[in-house]
């Protein structure tokens, strides 16, 4: 079935560092994939979305790039902020157009 | 306007009671949602209506009862509540077609004692 496979958290970094949040996925044919951003106290924003391979998802600073030989969408940004931290989540659209979870990653930014 | 609100944002309550969480949307969107999020943030589908019929409903105890007076409403109604049940719920709500676009409420922490 289709599944999607993030990176463990925390991740902890310091401000202005490069992030890198994994995220890798199982599913037949070529699934749209989705970052969703959850800020504390806060319900999932859609952050970026690709809908086929090769496309680049942007938005904020964050960019991820649909993988197809890797099934892989991890999350990057160049230099983080402490206003980034939230929790991070990646997420595939199946053929029924419902959305499969990551289990979220936590980003911790320290000034 | 807040495009999808639910009340009330805090619950606390004990074990055995039954309580509710209402939610409602101002998107104008077909399809609603309940999902509940445990306290390591891993976020599960419970239940999705489209236009009042119900969809999707997850291997979900069935002392969890969704009610859709109309398209613009989702209400979760929680029985017997066990300690178990203590979680952030939250509503959401997309539009046909556009199920991954998910516009989220701020969530309900729900405290069982």
């Known amino acids: 079935g289709n599944s999607v496979t993030q990176m463990e958290g925390p991740v902890t970094l310091s401000e202005e560092a490069f992030l890198t949040i994994n995220c890798t996925y199982t599913?037949?044919?070529?699934?749209?994939l989705f970052w969703y951003v959850q800020y504390p106290g806060e319900g999932l924003q859609l952050l970026l979305k690709?809908?086929?391979a090769d496309d680049k998802g942007s938005n904020k600073g964050f960019e991820a790039t649909y993988r197809k030989e890797t099934t892989s969408f991890h999350l990057e940004k160049g230099s983080v902020q402490v206003s980034d931290s939230a929790v991070y989540f990646c997420?595939?659209?199946?053929?029924?157009?419902?959305?499969?979870w990551g289990a979220g990653t936590k980003l911790i930014i320290k000034p | 306007d807040t495009a999808v609100s639910q009340t009330p944002k805090y619950l606390v309550t004990q074990m055995g009671n039954d309580k509710s969480i209402k939610c409602e949307q101002n998107l104008g969107h077909d399809t609603m949602y309940w999902y509940k999020q445990d306290s390591k943030k891993f976020l599960k589908i419970m239940f999705s209506y489209n236009n009042k019929e119900l969809i999707i409903n997850e291997t979900v105890p069935n002392r969890f009862s969704p009610k859709s007076p109309d398209k613009a409403h989702l209400n979760l109604h929680i029985n017997s509540l066990e300690l178990g049940d203590s979680a952030v719920y939250f509503c959401?709500?997309?539009?046909?077609?556009?199920?991954?676009?998910?516009?989220f409420g701020s969530g309900t922490q729900l405290s069982v004692l």
């Open positions: 690709a809908t086929k």
């Open positions: 599913a037949t044919g070529y699934p749209s």
């Open positions: 997420a595939l659209r199946d053929s029924n157009y419902q959305l499969i």
């Open positions: 959401a709500s997309s539009q046909v077609g556009q199920g991954e676009k998910l516009f």
